[in-house]
């Protein structure tokens, strides 16, 4: 599988939002028309996929569009460590996967400890449903997730990281 053909894949796995893939599309295009222009004039046909896009290139780029349009359609808790479980309550309630399953988050915002506990606890109340909390890191201090269908996590995390990605489960 292509870097550009795995980028499409695990848009579609994490959500289901036609606005989701574009979104990373339009990065993944950018940053090769970018480095056509800075090209010397050597011919690099060898660095491309079968859509011209250059592998490797923009990942960093196309990964924050990801979260970027998760977070616009709403499919993303977007938590800091220091946040507590209410936060986290409160963040998933409004995302849509749990509010087309009616789940009732005021149970993890009873749970005490840090924003793995909180998560932990709302992956448990998710699974009933086929659902999975899944963490996507971005930096030291961010905990972006996102409700992703249980039977894609595996798959989710796999892909990211063959592009060079982490997400994983935090449960």
């Given at each position: 599988?292509?870097?550009?053909?795995?980028?499409?894949r695990l848009c579609t796995l994490i959500d289901d939002d036609p606005e989701i893939w574009p979104s990373v599309q339009e990065v993944l295009h950018?940053?090769?028309?970018?480095?056509?222009?800075?090209?010397?004039?050597?011919?690099?046909?060898?660095?491309?996929?079968?859509?011209?896009?250059?592998?490797?290139?923009?990942?960093?780029?196309?990964?924050?569009?990801?979260?970027?349009?998760?977070?616009?359609?709403?499919?993303?808790?977007?938590?800091?460590?220091?946040?507590?479980?209410?936060?986290?309550?409160?963040?998933?309630?409004?995302?849509?996967?749990?509010?087309?399953?009616?789940?009732?988050?005021?149970?993890?915002?009873?749970?005490?400890?840090?924003?793995?506990?909180?998560?932990?606890?709302?992956?448990?109340?998710?699974?009933?449903?086929?659902?999975?909390?899944?963490?996507?890191?971005?930096?030291?201090?961010?905990?972006?997730?996102?409700?992703?269908?249980?039977?894609?996590?595996?798959?989710?995390?796999?892909?990211?990281?063959?592009?060079?990605?982490?997400?994983?489960?935090?449960?």
């Amino acid at each position: 599988m292509t870097d550009y053909i795995a980028w499409e894949r695990l848009c579609t796995l994490i959500d289901d939002d036609p606005e989701i893939w574009p979104s990373v599309q339009e990065v993944l295009h950018v940053g090769a028309d970018d480095d056509r222009e800075e090209d010397d004039g050597d011919d690099h046909q060898a660095d491309t996929d079968e859509s011209g896009v250059e592998e490797d290139d923009g990942a960093d780029e196309a990964w924050g569009a990801l979260i970027d349009a998760l977070d616009d359609c709403g499919a993303l808790a977007y938590l800091h460590a220091d946040d507590t479980a209410m936060e986290l309550a409160d963040a998933l309630a409004g995302v849509p996967r749990v509010v087309r399953i009616g789940l009732d988050t005021d149970e993890i915002g009873d749970v005490d400890g840090d924003v793995p506990t909180a998560s932990a606890a709302a992956d448990a109340l998710l699974a009933p449903a086929g659902l999975a909390l899944v963490f996507l890191e971005e930096d030291s201090d961010a905990y972006p997730l996102v409700v992703v269908p249980r039977e894609s996590v595996t798959e989710i995390v796999d892909t990211a990281a063959a592009l060079g990605f982490v997400a994983r489960q935090l449960s």
